[in-house]
């Protein structure tokens, strides 16, 4: 992983890296460290959201930890610093702003969180969008937008209400995500310091509220009593915005057929009969199936790239696969994924798709893709028209598996049955590829035995 550095005054200041394929900016989930602690090289000093991934950041170098740069919530954009580190062998003088942050932690303070009076400016503050209300955040004075030092005299801000009083924080996160508003809290822990069990009370409250802060560049309108406001951003965020950038740039078409997956069942189980220490699941079997049609039909497995006005074919097959996570939708991605065979393919999947429900991929792990398997049949549905993963050319989707009539022979008969559906972008091809692809498909889930023939 990439980073930074630059030294002033004997400090080694870490910038943060970029943590996967360009991307420009990460969020502050919660620091691991506090000012004055005892940091050790490649240790883990936060946690980090990106645009694809929830990630901690080791720093490179060692010492005692003079600012932490930015606060839980706060997004960082890459190259910025992050954390500023003091040497050891300067015969154990204590740094600036470590006696500060001791006393008010013994005292209970809110201002302990992250970059409190250390005065070590630089850090760019994003404009806030319209979110769950927290309480104030502490400021940084040597923030370039934090504004005139308010006198001590100076009468309190009549609109904000008083800081609550919060050093973890988890607390923060738990009362951000869960919509309590912690101003309205009274803290049992020492010096009325607000604790996870405080808001999990007030969530159990049935009076429980959200709190709206209001930006004042955004207008709003006032939620209703009983609303639930869910700030759009994170991961949720990034999927709305590349969704939308589909719909807006890739002129989809969607076609669909039903077939006869009772012999691709039977198959699976003389697999996993032969194979039982490496089973194969059904998906794994789709993959493999994928892989074939898109060696004959490679179209599909492109992208166009509309500023240099071309469609570009991909060498390898980066099979993404839709995963739905605590976090969101996600599409980890199986890199030359054509050239792991049926029981490697099904054991790649398998370890995938749990990392990404665990949220422990990298990023770079989240990107990349060429053509997409969907198997939303897990969701009890039949069909759907799904959305391209931009910048992707097309999306398989394949439905729930069930029991249907069906014509064998001529005679009616009990059969398991599916329903597939090809998403595709009408400027890479025509309905000839796209069709040829999707009956190539439902061909080999009808009699895998083609699938062999054809390997």
Request: proline share 7%.
């Amino acid at each position: 992983m990439g980073g930074g550095m630059t030294t002033v005054e004997r400090t080694q200041v870490f910038l943060l890296p970029d943590l996967g394929e360009g991307l420009s900016e990460a969020e502050i989930v919660e620091w691991r460290v506090a000012v004055g602690d005892i940091v050790t090289v490649d240790q883990s000093v936060v946690e980090v959201e990106t645009a694809k991934a929830v990630v901690d950041v080791p720093c490179p170098y060692a010492g005692r930890v003079v600012t932490l740069h930015g606060a839980a919530g706060e997004v960082r954009p890459v190259g910025q610093p992050l954390i500023t580190i003091a040497p050891l062998d300067g015969g154990g003088d204590e740094p600036a702003g470590h006696a500060t942050y001791r006393e008010e932690e013994r005292a209970g303070s809110g201002n302990v969180l992250i970059g409190y009076g250390t005065g070590h400016g630089g850090a760019t503050r994003r404009r806030r969008r319209p979110r769950l209300a927290l309480a104030p955040e502490p400021v940084d004075a040597g923030r370039a937008d934090a504004g005139p030092a308010a006198s001590p005299d100076a009468p309190a801000d009549p609109v904000r209400p008083s800081s609550a009083l919060v050093i973890s924080p988890i607390v923060r996160r738990l009362a951000r995500e869960r919509g309590v508003d912690l101003a309205t809290l009274n803290g049992s822990g020492p010096g009325g310091v607000i604790r996870r069990a405080d808001v999990e009370a007030a969530l159990a409250a049935p009076t429980a509220r959200l709190a709206a802060v209001p930006d004042p560049h955004v207008a709003m309108a006032p939620a209703g009593d009983g609303d639930v406001v869910i700030p759009l951003t994170g991961v949720r965020k990034v999927i709305a915005d590349k969704l939308s950038r589909s719909r807006r740039e890739i002129p989809e078409v969607t076609i669909w057929v039903d077939v006869d997956a009772t012999g691709l069942l039977e198959t699976r189980a003389a697999i996993n009969a032969a194979t039982p220490d490496a089973p194969v699941s059904i998906l794994a079997l789709l993959a493999r199936i994928c892989l074939s049609g898109l060696r004959r039909f490679p179209q599909l497995n492109s992208r166009v790239d509309t500023e240099a006005q071309r469609i570009v074919q991909s060498a390898g097959v980066h099979l993404g696969i839709a995963a739905q996570t605590d976090r969101g939708l996600l599409v980890p991605v199986l890199r030359d994924a054509q050239r792991l065979t049926t029981a490697e393919l099904a054991a790649e999947l398998a370890a995938t798709t749990a990392a990404a429900r665990a949220g422990s991929l990298p990023p770079a792990r989240l990107t990349g893709g060429t053509f997409t398997l969907n198997n939303y049949g897990v969701f009890g549905v039949d069909g759907s028209t799904p959305i391209i993963n931009h910048p992707e050319a097309a999306l398989l989707g394949v439905g729930r598996i069930v029991d249907k009539p069906w014509v064998v022979d001529g005679q009616l008969a009990v059969r398991k049955v599916t329903q597939l559906s090809l998403t595709f972008d009408h400027r890479v091809c025509d309905g000839g590829v796209a069709g040829g692809f999707l009956r190539h498909v439902a061909d080999c889930v009808e009699r895998p035995a083609l699938l062999i023939a054809a390997v």
